[in-house]
């Protein structure tokens, strides 16, 4: 039996479970909003509308302003050139292949939004279409899908990357924690390590539970239209409670037995099972009509990018105010807290990818999958109610937004069989997206660590679910909407100075790069090529000569060649 050496290092110090100053304040401030919620639903419904009403009559060109600005940034960072950076270290391959990481981009590109709003936003842009927009059904129809392709496209994921390129350099490069603090790193300093970077990890904290917990409300409501739809049971609250209670159950089975394997193959299946939805609808319905209708929406959404970017019903007066608070501010909000979700996701899955590769993929790859599921499956609506049999949309105007996908279902062959694989869908989503959810929270609770413990990970399962069930019974679909436009008001502060502290440390990085290439290349440059400039007097002087002339370096012997430096 050995004894302890004198030399022998000291045990690590233990690392806390939970990080206290960002777990407990986040935890008080949404227990307490649950708890308001779900004892006075109607005092929470009304202070959510009037909270909704003031950021939008006084934030919604900001909120339209600091969109439009995320896809300038994230279009000059990549493209500029910062966009050689390697986001790890310099020897880093890539952890996935191109093809991988593609369908992993996919994979967070996919979600309970894009089932529940497939067919329901094209059909509602086209029967009420924003204030200021005419024209016969044709021409509705087509603008209809732009204004839902300006609302899942660009935008959205140029919010992803503002996060995740951040992440993945402070993660890859810097070698720091998976936090949102550090993302603000180069502009604060070592301050990030104490109260400023815990207000940064709480706000954050808090936008990921109302983002992911709005997605679950917004799942459930359709599971419970799609059981309606097919005759099991009638849609009520009662019914979408019961379905939040057995799904974060399943959740919780997953995160408390360590099943990791099984989420993997769950969402796996998932991406399939969507794929098979879109391939099935494209060759069963109006096939060719869909092409042609994928094609030159992309063309006419690109047409009308600039415009529809910086649209917020300015002359439209308190109805076009509404229509923005229900879809544009609404999206713009729900992107912003859903960013530290997505963007923990894809900065993690893309060491050793360039920022212009980061950019380029995650703008480009999402949102063409994300166009192709519109338009096969709002152009296939729109389709009908266009040519017929119609009756998509409601005799006075109105759509029933979590119904539509299960009433265009029922237009086509195996229409049965679609309402299922449809509720298995959205049943699976909210599984996987709770789970992951749930991971991500816990993983900016306790500091970054990749493994955070199950405990942590369960209570965030569970307040997730009972925020969503808050959200219902204080309004509905407003709530969950409201929800999303409040937290990302602050959050969208963080996120301006993460693109400064980004083009901060890109900046400086590139400055380091460019003196050591100097200073590797040659020890004295001006004695090479001739620094000093002759005078506009000199007698060799020519307006056609260059401001830096090569001249050959002086032999230090007789000994020494010549030689040119080039």
């Known amino acids: 039996m050995s004894t302890p050496s004198s030399t022998e290092t000291a045990p690590a110090a233990k690392v806390p479970e939970v990080a206290k100053w960002v777990f407990w304040p986040a935890a008080i401030v949404v227990l307490l909003f649950v708890a308001f919620a779900i004892l006075l639903p109607d005092a929470a419904e009304a202070l959510f509308a009037g909270i909704q009403a003031g950021i939008v009559s006084n934030f919604n060109w900001y909120y339209v302003l600091i969109a439009a600005f995320f896809v300038i940034f994230s279009l000059w960072v990549g493209f500029s050139r910062y966009g050689d ?23 967070a590109g996919m979600g309970i939004g894009l089932v529940f709003y497939g067919v ?110 097919a005759g099991i049971i009638a849609a009520s609250d009662f019914v979408n409670i019961i379905l ?83 879809w ?5 909000g729900w992107w912003i807290s859903w960013a530290p979700f997505v963007g923990i996701f894809i900065a993690r899955i893309s060491r050793g990818r360039t920022v212009r590769q980061f950019v380029t993929g995650v703008l480009l790859v999402p949102t063409l999958i994300t166009f192709l599921w519109f338009s096969v499956l709002g152009g296939t609506a729109l389709y009908s109610e266009l040519n017929g049999p119609g009756g998509l949309v409601a005799g006075d105007g109105s759509v029933n937004v979590e119904g539509a996908l299960f009433a265009m279902f029922a237009q086509l062959p195996a229409g049965s069989v679609l309402t299922v694989g449809g509720i298995i869908l959205i049943a699976v989503f909210f599984v996987t997206s709770a789970d992951s959810g749930s991971l991500v929270m816990s993983m900016i609770a306790s500091g970054g660590q990749v493994e955070p413990k199950r405990w942590i990970r369960a209570f965030f399962a569970c307040v997730t679910s009972a925020l969503a ?37 890109f900046s400086r990085e590139h400055r380091a790069y460019e003196k050591a ?9 001006g004695d090479y090529y001739g620094l000093e400039v002759d005078g506009p007097d000199s007698a060799d002087a020519s307006p056609r000569l260059p401001l830096f002339r090569r001249r050959p370096r002086k032999p230090a012997s007789a000994d020494e060649p010549h030689t040119e430096v080039f």
Not at 328 to 332: I, K
Request: a neutral charge; one cysteine or more; glycine letters at 10%.
């Open 244 to 326: 939040i209670l057995i799904i974060t159950a399943a959740v919780l089975f997953s995160v408390l037995s360590g099943v990791a394997k099984g989420m993997k193959w769950l969402s796996n299946i998932n991406l399939i099972l969507a794929g098979l939805i879109v391939v099935f609808i494209l060759i069963v319905g109006p096939t060719q009509f869909l092409l042609r209708d994928f094609v030159q929406s992309i063309g006419n959404y690109l047409q009308d990018f600039v415009g529809l970017s910086f649209t917020v019903g300015a002359y439209a007066g308190a109805e076009g105010e509404a229509w923005q608070a229900a």
């Open 517 to 525: 290439r100097r200073s590797a290349f040659v020890d004295r440059i």
């Open 120 to 229: 329901g936003e094209p059909l509602s842009h086209f029967a009420n279409p924003r204030p200021g927009v005419e024209g016969n059904g044709n021409q509705l129809a087509q603008q209809a899908l732009s204004q839902t392709y300006l609302h899942w496209g660009v935008h959205a994921w140029a919010i992803y990357v503002v996060i995740g390129l951040a992440l993945a350099y402070a993660i890859h490069r810097r070698g720091r924690p998976v936090s949102i603090r550090w993302t603000l790193e180069p502009l604060l300093g070592r301050r990030v390590r104490g109260g400023w970077g815990n207000l940064i990890d709480v706000v954050a904290l808090v936008g990921t539970l109302f983002g992911v917990a709005t997605s679950l409300g917004l799942g459930v409501v359709q599971i419970s239209a799609g059981l309606e739809s």
């Open 469 to 505: 069930i808050a959200l219902l019974l204080a309004g509905g679909l407003q709530a969950l909407q409201t929800a999303a436009i409040i937290i990302a008001l602050p959050f969208s502060v963080i996120m301006l100075l993460i693109c400064w502290a980004t083009a901060k440390a």
């Open 328 to 332: 544009t501010t609404f999206y713009w």
């Open 85 to 107: 950076i390697k986001l790890g270290k310099d020897d880093d391959e890539p952890e996935f292949s191109l093809g991988s990481w593609f369908s992993l981009l996919f994979a």
